[in-house]
């Protein structure tokens, strides 16, 4: 039977209104994930990464589109079953994860707090914590207080305590925005390993291009919309009994070379983003030619196309000027008027005092 997948994004768009302005954060995504698939989430600062994974995570609802994940439907939930969700299928991590921890707790202390809090901690989760520790590589040092790790174990605590609630999925936000290149690929090292032997679903979001080497695919958000996806073409590295050593105090598993395709997507409207260093070298600016082949699509540079693509970009040049001024005209008329107001307000208490 073929598996259905964990996580469905479709045709995301989120929207955020700021002191009026709109942001578009999310604009037609579209994500499906396996259950136990390891992805990555890689793209510019703003293309949208964290906002996808607050959606994924049941922090944020999008402003359309549809969620689909471990059999919830994300934009359909209510505050409450939010929370449940959160709870039980979500384990976070991210790049200040550490700040949550408690220096003068140890290590174990820490991952076991939770568990204390809400008055859950048993035998079994006893075992559980033990087989965490074990597993993220942290056994000798679990009775040694979190000032005395260094950081790239203390976000390996961070993690444990992220895998309390034994989740379905982990969402990690650039887990090792912190760490040097060594702390990081020892991170996705772990990562790794965790997915197999708990069965979890990653998705990870990172800046480190070397990422590539540790995941089943890699997906490019541009955006707001994914725009590449890059498969690994022989899979199965990573395989149970594969050689290791021993790097530092974490494992690296040895990983032999690979072979990567990019592949482009398409949108729910059918267009695909064609990177901007491929127009340049062809000539390719506002029109194309399309001509449908036997076993593929041309697109070939339109010859002639300067002088309408001039005037298009003027055009639109001049109506972004004109939007901007309009905005800033707006927002600035709207900061003065609620200044005045307030400074009104403030003139007719102090005549009321009297
Ligand atoms: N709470 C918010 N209110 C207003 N705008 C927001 C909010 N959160 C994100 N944005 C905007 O939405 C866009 C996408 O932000 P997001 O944080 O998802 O990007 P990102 O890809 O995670 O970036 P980075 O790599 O820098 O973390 C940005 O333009 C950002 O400024
Ligand atoms: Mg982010």
Redesign the pocket.
Known sequence: MEQEPIIVCDNLV?I???LGLE????QGLDLVAMPNEFVAIV????????????IIGGLEQPTSGWVHVAGHEINKMNQNELNQYRQHFIGFIWQHATRNLLPYLTCRENIELPLLISGTLNSDKEAYIDRLLELVNLTERSHHRLSELSGGEQQRVALCVALINQPTILLA??PTGELDSTLAQQMFTTLRKLQQELNLTIVV?S?DIEIARFVDRVVT?RD?RVATETLKQNNGYYQAGEAQQTQGDAQVLEQPEHVYEELAIFDSAGSIHIPDEYRMRLGIKRRARIELLEDGIMIRPVTNDDETTMKTIQTMRELKTQLEVDTQGNLLERIYQSGRKALARRKEKKTDGK
């Open positions: 989120k955020y209104r700021l942001v578009m954060a999310l793209g510019a600062s703003g293309s949208g990464k964290s906002t996808l994974m607050s936000d650039e979001v800046h958000i707001g």
